[in-house]
């Protein structure tokens, strides 16, 4: 048997721990891969220092890293799509394969989550992720083959950061026309992303808000045509930026009181607001609390082809994931970053 070293959630409220575990070894359809980027990401720091006991259909110790990209190192029995040594990337939300809504690549939003291999979960929440040499997927339609320019440390962010804001952009495609405004707040892994999305695929005017100057310079660099920032008058600075009308979709990646607040404040009638963060927040919602038809949402994560519209993406240089990259063993540095907001981006564990 062979040992590898994993960065693990040990159990909750805690920090994680750099350990050692066996190497995992595929079953009959599974495949094994070297992994050559594990992203970490905000909702990392919510699973350990958030969450407890009974909350979520599982539990720890598991290896962290749901945003997960690679090379092929071994595959089972019967599995005839994938070859050793081929770069691939990680699709996270591990549904059954088999309902209606997985037959789809909708494995998000998995409508028999008993049959999958951990309920509402998937490598790196609740079963092993990335954050280690080598990583086990349960079933090869998981993997995605990356584009011959996209290493595995580029592409792993993808997977999350990347493919979240765009599943939440695209749905909103139809109101995102050359005369529309996005408001894009919180401007981290996810909506420096977000702000990408938004230029490549539309015509729209971005507004990013953060209450980091450094989230709004990199929001800048990546594309977006204004910034704000997040403090009392960030909601009539976005109206007189707007002419007074209000944006017709705000993206918020933050999710907590206040930005719900400022998403709702700023919707512009017939605008959606969506809520990708999950910081806990919450918003009275009553006939006259925002404009007419204004819609609010939560998006969960993104789909399976979607996945390879963001890869397509960023092989044509299109959008990217700006990262800093710490080795394994820095692993807990990362979330130490991560949490002290000092990181530009995504932090990436290559290791
Ligand atoms: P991050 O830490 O990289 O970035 C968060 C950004 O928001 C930072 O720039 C921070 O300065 C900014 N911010 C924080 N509070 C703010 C406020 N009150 N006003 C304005 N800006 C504020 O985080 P991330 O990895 O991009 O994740 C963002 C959120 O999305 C987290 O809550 C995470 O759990 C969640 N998430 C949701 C999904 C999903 O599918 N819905 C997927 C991944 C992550
Ligand atoms: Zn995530
Ligand atoms: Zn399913």
């Known amino acids: 048997m062979r040992i590898m070293r994993a960065l693990r959630i040990m159990k909750w409220q805690s920090d994680p721990e750099l350990v050692e575990v066996p190497k995992p070894v595929p079953g009959p359809g599974q495949v094994v891969i070297k992994v050559g980027g594990a992203g970490a990401c905000h909702s990392d720091l919510h699973l350990l220092h958030e969450f407890g006991e009974g909350m979520l259909p599982w539990n720890p110790p598991f290896t962290l890293g749901h945003e997960n990209a690679g090379w092929v190192d071994a595959i089972g029995a019967g599995v005839t799509r994938w070859k050793e040594g081929a770069a691939v990337a990680v699709y996270g939300p591990w549904g059954c394969g088999t309902c209606p809504r997985c037959q789809l690549g909708i494995e998000t939003y998995c409508e028999n989550p008993m049959g999958a291999p951990v309920p509402g979960g998937g490598g790196g929440l609740g079963l092993d992720g990335g954050m280690a040499e080598y990583m086990l997927v349960p079933a090869e339609r998981l993997l995605v083959p990356l ?205």
């Open 147 to 351: 584009p011959a320019n996209l290493t595995p440390a580029v592409a792993a962010p993808l997977t999350d950061a990347g493919l979240t804001p765009y599943h939440a952009v695209r749905r909103s495609w139809p109101k995102m026309g050359p005369q529309a405004t996005v408001v894009v707040i919180g401007c981290g892994g996810l909506g420096h992303l977000g702000v990408q999305f938004v230029k490549a695929t539309t015509a729209a005017t971005v507004i990013a808000v953060d209450q980091k100057a450094a989230a709004l310079d990199l929001a800048r660099a990546v594309g977006a045509d204004h910034v704000v920032t997040a403090d009392d008058n960030a909601a009539t600075a976005i109206r007189d930026l707007t002419h007074g009308l209000g944006a017709d979709v705000v993206l918020d990646f933050v999710g907590a009181e206040a930005t719900m607040k400022l998403a709702m404040a700023v919707a512009r009638p017939l605008g959606d607001v969506t809520i990708v963060g999950i910081a806990g927040g919450a918003f009275p919602f009553t006939f006259f609390s925002q404009g007419y038809e204004v819609s609010l949402q939560t998006t969960y994560w993104g789909s399976r082809p979607e996945l390879l519209e963001v890869l397509t993406l960023a092989s044509r240089g299109l959008v990217h994931s700006e990262a800093t990259e710490y080795s394994l063993d820095d692993a807990a540095a990362a979330y130490r970053d991560l949490r002290a907001g000092t990181v530009r981006g995504r932090a990436v564990i290559v290791p």
